[in-house]
């Protein structure tokens, strides 16, 4: 069983609609979880970061972790063509050399 | 604040002809650094990371070598190429106590032909 798991399937949304993202881990030492975005042939770049469980809100973005069932999501609320990206989870704990586990990425098309 | 510049952006080497990538940190001192490699499909493979000058440690046996001549500085190389190296490199870094995420620079698009 891989670490973190991310269904890498291409998801379409039209613009307006709400879009979710999740990731599942087997790792429960995990603390730190990650949300990073990419856009073609740019570098990932951190979205968000939540520590342990609970929910997180940026604007229009909210991450959820549950530790419990080693499950995070990410929400995109009112989503816009310019969220058109690859979305990747990725998280860490304190041991391990401050090495981030990643999902495999989930690309977003957001339609006008 | 902090910086980093990877480059070239894009590169076309034949087989067999060495590689040098180069990465650089600005704005900080004793950064933890990475070299990854993203395929289509595959996530974020990470290569190396380095905690210090010269101290490299390889996550994946394969023909390509890391190292870390200065504290800000990354260079990924291979003698020669394979066609299996192209792929989309990214170098990374991230401060040593911060346990929440990397820092990324934009990459640098590599075919092998």
């Known amino acids: 069983q891989k670490e973190v798991e991310q269904d890498p399937g291409p998801l379409s949304v039209p613009e307006g609609a709400i879009v979710s993202l999740n990731c599942t881990y087997s790792n429960s030492a995990f603390q730190y979880f990650m949300w990073y975005r990419q856009y073609s042939r740019k570098g990932p770049e951190l979205l968000m970061y939540t520590y342990s469980s609970g929910n997180k809100e940026d604007g229009r973005f909210t991450a959820q972790v549950d530790k419990s069932s080693k499950y995070i999501s990410l929400f995109i609320r009112d989503s816009q063509p310019s969220d058109s990206a690859t979305y990747l989870c990725?998280?860490?704990?304190?041991?391990?050399?401050?090495?981030?586990?990643f999902g495999k990425g989930n690309q977003v098309v957001v339609i006008p | 604040s902090q910086t980093i510049h990877q480059w070239p952006a894009t590169l076309v080497q034949p087989v067999g002809s060495p590689l040098s990538l180069e990465c650089t940190v600005e704005?900080?001192?004793?950064?933890?650094l990475y070299w990854y490699r993203q395929a289509a499909g595959r996530g974020l493979q990470l290569l190396f990371y380095?905690?210090?000058?010269?101290?490299i440690s390889s996550e994946v046996p394969q023909n390509l070598s890391a190292s870390r001549p200065q504290d800000r500085q990354f260079i990924l190389s291979s003698k020669k190429l394979l066609l299996s190296d192209s792929g989309f490199y990214l170098c990374?870094?991230?401060?040593?106590?911060?346990?929440?995420?990397?820092?990324f620079g934009s990459g640098t698009r590599l075919t092998v032909v």
């Open positions: 380095s905690v210090g000058i010269g101290q």
């Open positions: 990725a998280m860490s704990s304190t041991y391990g050399n401050n090495r981030l586990a």
């Open positions: 990374a870094w991230s401060a040593p106590d911060r346990l929440y995420g990397y820092t």
């Open positions: 704005g900080t001192s004793n950064p933890n």
